[in-house]
Nanobody, 115 residues
Framework: QVQLVESGGGLVQAGGSLRLSCAASGSRFSINAMSWYRQAPGKQRELVAIIVTGGTTTYTDSVKGRFTISRDIAKNTVYLQMNSLKPEDTAVYYC?????????WGQGTQVTVSS
């Protein structure tokens, strides 16, 4: 059974940084894509960043230049480096990893940015 374990959330002041990690275990198949989503209270879950098989990355406009998604293929791990954090970045962050035919969500990690 494939499982994702997230870590790295927390409380930080505006302008600070956090690094999220998401490690996958239990799959023998090659990963298609690795991504980070977030969901703020009362809002829909939105895609923050995605990195696909060839290494191409895409970001939502509000985090461009501040967040960086990266991966360690050997460790089946995806990272999200978040710099210059703003109060509006406060949300539960979820990783999602997709393999041929299915995808799995992480359990979510809270990121709170105080002003």
């Amino acid at each position: 059974q494939v499982q994702l374990v997230e870590s790295g959330g927390g409380l930080v002041q505006a302008g600070g940084s956090l690094r999220l990690s998401c490690a996958a275990s239990g799959s023998r198949f090659s990963i298609n894509a690795m991504s980070w989503y977030r969901q703020a209270p009362g809002k829909q879950r939105e895609l923050v960043a995605i990195i696909v098989t060839g290494g191409t990355t895409t970001y939502t406009d509000s985090v461009k230049g501040r967040f960086t998604i990266s991966r360690d293929i050997a460790k089946n791990t995806v990272y999200l480096q978040m710099n210059s954090l703003k109060p509006e970045d406060t949300a539960v962050y979820y990783c999602r990893i997709t393999w041929p035919g299915f995808g799995v969500w992480g359990q979510g990690t809270q990121v709170t940015v105080s002003s």
